[in-house]
């Protein structure tokens, strides 16, 4: 039934929730939303055939648990030789509940067994050189003094490391300082297949729907607070409008144009900066197999967080895969699948001064995006020896990554800033929420997926069904992973079974 509103205004359905996105973001949130509401209405809809094929696709992204185990750029040095922590902190004990709710959804037989989308890897860290060592030394220190990393072992016993990475430690020079710190329960994770099997799982369900070859060509909030938002679909003449209670913008680096075209005043001063990936990829079954786990190393000086070097083992598709990389690259694209006027067409009147506040003050990353974009080859194979001295540049193909949106917002002092990790923007009534950024991304993705719900379902939030439907999904919501060290214990004792993650 076509229901008229506001004059020429002409929905062709209403709906509860619009999901904007087929990714792992948009995915979880349908997820939580319909287990805590199963009469609502849910409606998702990707531009692609199929859901998972941009951000949360498994070669798109670097499939790692991020937990702040083994990525060093999560802990940086300060002016004074200090390690930095906080961070780490925040981002393991965010991990912790994507591991608990995906848990709950393994033991409910909403998800299948847990190593078609998670599997045990150790994460690693490794360094070369004095200097390097000495603050893996301290960073290991700092860290494993917390509950969260209690576990973490370190070494500069280039035995010990050999038995950990023997790829990496293999015709070293004896002469060289390394450092290595090592947590056994490490986790690889094809976020491609995690998403499918969410969304499949929904679609079982009263009230759900999926539309792809699907994308939003405009969004305007009607008086009433709803949203009326025009959809294109390729395998349909004519637009169709819907009406949503909520809409949420899950839509990787598509999110930030969604965003600007809502109009709403939190979008002000928000702008971009895409950035490109590729891979070197191993496919060779006698080289895989002699390398399993996630070694990360140091990022080379001006180099984006995204770019943080790791020899990395892989599951994709059920495949085993040994990848190298990422390698940074400068574009104009906001999606692998968008187009190079995605840049230029999100500079606006309203983040004019962020953009340009933030290019000024970050020339020196665009310079090192374009240089690695003319790297040869054998340039690329070059900085994996560093890992691998043995890695021979037949062994290797370059394969394309995903793309990344970093966040520029506005700043004071410099105009604009640029940001490297993930935000959510929310309208202040709650009828609207988008997810910025990258990293850690998609790890976090039930912490963040609980940061729009408290944000935008507050009302809803305070029914007791809600809260012990929530605390039956996530045991910590509510709590502190990071203060109280008997509940962590008692989670992870938990998700590590569950998810088979520890022997």
Not at 315 to 334: H, Q, R, S, V
């Amino acid at each position: 039934m076509r229901i008229k509103r506001l004059g020429r205004d002409v929905a062709d359905r209403q709906v509860d929730i619009l999901l904007v996105g087929g990714g792992v973001m948009s995915a979880t949130l349908g997820t939580m939303l319909q287990q805590l509401d199963p009469t609502l209405t849910i409606l998702m809809v990707e531009r692609l055939p199929q859901v998972a094929a941009e951000s949360s696709d498994g070669w798109n992204n670097a499939g790692t648990g991020h937990a702040g185990y083994c990525e060093l750029n999560y802990t940086p040095q300060l002016p004074d030789g200090k390690v930095e922590i906080k961070r780490a902190l925040g981002i393991n004990a965010a991990f912790e509940v994507s591991l608990q709710f995906w848990s709950w959804l393994v033991e409910n037989k909403l998800l299948p067994e847990p190593q078609q989308f998670i599997r045990p890897t150790p994460h690693e860290s490794f360094v070369w050189g004095a200097e390097n060592v000495e603050f893996l030394r301290q960073r290991h220190a700092a860290l494993s003094q917390h509950p969260l990393f209690k576990d973490m072992e370190f070494s500069d016993d280039p035995r010990v490391i050999a038995e950990w990475m023997p790829l990496v430690m293999r015709d070293r020079p004896a002469s060289q300082p390394v450092a290595a710190t090592r947590v056994a329960y490490g986790s690889d994770i094809d976020f491609g297949a995690l998403t499918r099997q969410l969304v499949q799982s929904l679609q079982t369900r009263t009230g759900f729907e999926l539309k792809t070859h699907t994308s939003v060509k405009s969004l305007r909030q009607l008086p009433s607070g709803r949203w009326r938002v025009q959809l294109k679909s390729k395998q349909a003449a004519n637009n169709q409008v819907v009406e949503a209670g909520f809409v949420f913008l899950g839509a990787g680096g598509g999110a930030l144009p969604l965003l600007q075209k809502s109009g709403i005043p939190e979008a002000r001063g928000y702008g971009g900066f895409p950035v490109s990936g590729l891979w070197l990829v191993c496919n060779k079954p006698e080289i895989i197999r002699q390398h399993q786990a996630k070694v990360y190393g140091k990022a080379p000086l001006g180099a984006p967080p995204m770019s943080v070097p790791h020899l990395d083992t892989r599951y994709i598709d059920g495949k085993p895969a040994l990848l190298f990389g990422p390698y940074a690259g400068f574009t104009t694209k906001f999606l692998k699948q968008g187009s190079w006027l995605n840049l230029p067409a999100s500079v606006k009147p309203r983040n004019l001064k962020s953009m340009l506040g933030a290019g000024r003050h970050n020339l020196d990353l665009t310079r090192y995006l374009i240089g690695e974009v003319f790297q040869s080859h054998s340039k690329r194979v070059d900085a994996l020896r560093q890992f691998y001295p043995q890695a021979r540049d037949e062994d290797w193909t370059l394969a394309k990554a995903g793309q990344r949106v970093q966040i520029i917002k506005r700043c004071e002092d410099k105009g604009g800033k640029l940001e490297f990790g993930t935000e959510i923007v929310a309208s202040a009534d709650g009828t609207l929420a988008a997810l910025l950024g990258a990293s850690p991304g998609a790890s976090t993705s039930v912490q963040a997926m609980l940061d729009v719900l408290q944000r935008c379902f507050k009302a809803r939030l305070q029914e007791t069904a809600w809260q012990q439907q929530l605390k039956a999904m996530v045991p910590s919501w509510g709590e502190s992973l990071i203060e109280d060290a008997d509940l962590l214990a008692q989670v992870r004792t938990r998700t590590l079974h569950t998810l088979k993650l520890k022997a």
